[in-house]
């Protein structure tokens, strides 16, 4: 006899004292889609009974939940833990006083530099941690042939992990190689097909009609991706579950939001993909994409059940994401005052039916998770590299047109721009008279450089880009989209330079130089990505940069995260990776200046 079952079952019965009851509270009962006015009994970490006000219960403990209302944990249906800079066990301190009590991560950016090894490491994670990690597997790893990255995932690699059969891999995550599925690309194929009966994310922005009906009839089952109604409409339509997305660069809620009605709800999640350190901590995480929909004035029912249940089904969570008997005790005690949901806060957040979380103040202790060998320098920028390589060389004097990545405040894509710029001369190491292109900060043309820092390659792509605003300086970062290669900006070489050599001295980070000297820096030295540290730490660094960026004069109020997407060469129009300037439309290397 199961001793266990045995005592739930007289638990639920009120045969043996409960562990724990709430009473008093409004309890959000996600299967009728409303809140009713009951007690809710919790053993072995379970939950037991959902009891009326008036039928009495023993308990070992009860808390008084009057006028709070309980809600299953939130879970984020897509993120990139990477994003927070925050090493695992960081993240969940900093996302459970919030009320997230579950994440299904994609470990994109920590695969580009490590591979494979980052999939036993995140298992790790999950098994010590009290926030619930579930892993999709990344797709797209090596995302472009045109730079060079860290490690490859390929279908050999993919199957191999899936046939470890980790307790906490779902499948695969976004499948971003549109075309190649579309194509029928025999590799693309390959990995469908190891992960044939296991969850496939989607990643389709734009995709309809036939092409969509093709993409989806392969077994991808999501898409976080739509941008507009009509677009989230018609994936619905195809029995996709579409995520509504709130991060910190792509903000999809208000766009969205009309789409949320009773007859397609239950195939509605919520996620944040990319969540910034100051986001995190300034905004929230799941909690503030639910604050906005309620806002909105989407119902805060049919809300907490897009953050919770619908994403346990989805991506089949068993014994998560509702308040009922034999679900784990995982949920939220809200303070919405007057019933005004779009102002509230998580008071009390338990996990397991343990209080972990209480007035925004996590209770838990941080224990670090074994690195393993993710502790190994990721920053292997080539020694033979010097300031030198960063100058721009054209054989003669003249004029020149340039190519100049055209930033956009606040949006991923690029514009394609041209600009003249007049050949400078110097003198080389023999004392021959050279020539070259330079920055003119006045006309906000800087220069740009992608460095490979994975394998020590000796490769440097450079170009110029408008829209930084930078003048007498340069920031540098070793978070750069998907490689995550260096990349670095500036109007004066020297400058760009100690923030190369400023990040090889602190494993990867970002970095402001200005007069040669490094003003400041943040080290992320766990794959050049993230850091052991706590939010608020992490937070009050990328401050200090801030305001080094500010005294450049930088135009951009992000100017790190706007670098960072640079070199994701997968986006339109203009972008740069460590093998040169890239034309993103034609999908193919361009040349960066040329002579009039």
Not at 67 to 92: C, Q, R, W
Not at 568 to 591: C, Q, R, W, Y
């Amino acid at each position: 006899m199961d001793s266990g079952l045995y005592n739930l079952i007289k638990a639920g019965r009120g045969q043996i004292p409960c562990d724990l009851l709430f009473v008093g509270g409004w309890v959000l009962n996600v299967f009728t889609r409303r809140f009713e006015k009951k007690n809710v009994a919790v053993y072995g970490g379970k939950i037991v009974g959902i009891d009326e006000p008036d039928s009495p219960r023993e308990a070992v403990k009860t808390e008084d939940a009057t006028g709070k209302y309980i809600v299953p944990s939130f879970i984020d249906a897509h993120v990139h833990l990477e994003s927070s800079m925050l090493t695992p066990e960081f993240f969940a301190e900093a996302v459970l006083p919030r009320g997230t009590g579950c994440v299904v991560v994609d470990p994109h950016e920590y695969a580009n530099v490590v591979g494979v090894e980052i999939i036993d490491y995140l298992q790790r994670a999950a098994e010590v941690l009290p926030l619930d990690i579930y892993i999709n597997i990344p797709s797209g790893v090596l995302c472009s042939p045109f730079e060079h990255n860290g490690a490859r995932l390929d279908s050999p690699e993919i199957k191999a992990v899936l046939d470890k059969n980790y307790p906490n891999v779902i499948g695969l995550a976004e499948f971003m190689n549109v075309p190649g599925v579309l194509s029928a690309d025999p590799e693309i194929l390959k990995k469908l097909e190891a992960a044939e009966g296991r969850h496939i994310d989607g990643h389709s922005p734009f995709l309809t009609g036939r092409d969509l009906q093709a993409y989806v009839s392969v077994g991808i089952r999501t898409d976080h991706e739509c941008t507009t109604a009509e677009e989230a409409m018609e994936k619905l339509s195809l029995g996709m579950y579409v995520m509504i997305r709130e991060g910190s660069f792509t903000r999809d809620v208000k766009a969205l939001y009309p789409i949320v009605n009773e007859a397609v709800l239950d195939r509605l999640l919520l996620c944040t993909d990319d969540r910034e350190p100051e986001d995190l901590a300034d905004e929230g995480h799941i909690d503030f994409v639910c604050r906005k929909l309620i806002d909105l004035g989407v119902k805060p029912e049919h809300v907490f059940i897009m953050a919770s249940w619908n994403s346990a089904r989805c991506f089949g969570l068993s014994g998560r994401g509702a308040i009922a008997p034999g679900y784990k005790a995982d949920f939220n005690i809200l303070e919405a005052k007057d019933g005004n949901f779009s102002e509230f806060k998580a008071d009390r957040v338990y996990i397991d039916g343990k209080l972990i979380a209480e007035g925004g103040r996590y209770l838990g202790k941080t224990e670090p998770v074994d690195l393993g060998d993710l502790k190994k320098n990721s920053v292997n920028v080539s020694d033979k590299l010097s300031e030198e390589d960063l100058r721009f060389k054209v054989e003669e004097a003249g004029r020149y047109e340039v190519k100049a990545i055209g930033a956009i405040p606040d949006v991923i894509i690029t514009e394609s721009l041209k600009h003249t710029l007049e050949a400078s001369a110097y003198t080389d190491a023999q004392g021959l008279t050279k020539w070259e292109l330079k920055a003119s900060s006045a006309e906000d043309i800087l220069k740009i450089a992608v460095i490979e820092r994975h394998h020590a390659l000796e490769n440097v792509g450079l170009g110029f880009i408008k829209g930084l605003g930078i003048k007498g300086g340069a920031i540098a970062s070793s978070v750069a989209h998907d490689s995550h290669n260096i990349v670095v900006a500036g109007d004066s070489d020297a400058d760009m330079w100690a923030c190369v050599q400023e990040l090889k001295r602190i494993g990867g980070g970002l970095a402001v130089a200005s007069q040669g000297q490094v003003k400041a820096s943040l080290a992320l030295p766990v794959c050049g990505l993230t850091v052991n540290a706590p939010l608020e730490e992490v937070r009050s660094k990328i401050d200090i940069l801030y305001r080094e960026a500010e005294k450049l004069h930088s135009s951009l109020k992000r100017p790190f995260m706007c670098m960072a997407f640079m070199a994701l060469t997968v986006v339109p129009h203009l972008k740069i990776s460590d093998m040169g300037l890239f034309d993103a439309d034609n999908f193919t290397l361009t040349e960066a200046a040329g002579k009039l």
